[in-house]
Nanobody, 124 residues
Framework: QVQAVETGGGLVQVGGSLRLSCTVS????????LGWYRQVPGKEREPVACIHWRGVDTDYRDDVDGRFTISRHNGNRTVDLQMNSLKPEDTAMYYCAIGQYFLKGQCLGRPHYWGQGTQVTVSS
C-alpha cells in the first residue's frame, strides 16, 4: 500500500517561510519522480514543483521559481518543499505527488499517487 504523508503546513504572515515535508512508503522511492501540487477551492489542482528520480532535474511553476525549493532525500524517503517569501496567493492545500513521468512544464504529468494534503495559509 502506497502512502504519502505531508507535514509542515500552517499559518504564516506575508514574507514568511514554511517547509513542507512528505514521507513516502510502499514504493521503491529512489525510482520515482516526486512533486508538490496545490489546490484552492473551486479550482483545479496545479503543479508547484517537481524533482526527477535522479534528483538533478527540477521544475517549478513560474510564480514560485526563486522562492520555493524542492529537494528529495532517498535515505529517509522524504521530499521537501522549502517556501520562502510567501504571498497570500500561495494560500492553498498542498499535496505530495508520486509519479513515473517527469515533464518540463508539466511536472509529473498524471501522478500515480497522492498524499492527503496539508493546508498553507498566508495572511496579509
Amino acid at each position: 500500500q502506497v502512502q504519502a504523508v505531508e507535514t509542515g503546513g500552517g499559518l504564516v504572515q506575508v514574507g514568511g517561510s514554511l517547509r513542507l515535508s512528505c514521507t513516502v512508503s510502499g514504493v521503491i522511492f529512489a525510482q520515482y519522480n516526486l512533486g508538490w501540487y496545490r489546490q484552492v477551492p473551486g479550482k483545479e489542482r496545479e503543479p508547484v514543483a517537481c524533482i526527477h528520480w535522479r534528483g538533478v532535474d527540477t521544475d517549478y511553476r513560474d510564480d514560485v521559481d526563486g522562492r520555493f525549493t524542492i529537494s528529495r532525500h532517498n535515505g529517509n524517503r522524504t521530499v521537501d518543499l522549502q517556501m520562502n517569501s510567501l504571498k497570500p496567493e500561495d494560500t492553498a492545500m498542498y499535496y505530495c505527488a508520486i509519479g513515473q513521468y517527469f515533464l518540463k512544464g508539466q511536472c509529473l504529468g498524471r501522478p500515480h499517487y497522492w498524499g492527503q494534503g496539508t493546508q498553507v495559509t498566508v495572511s496579509s
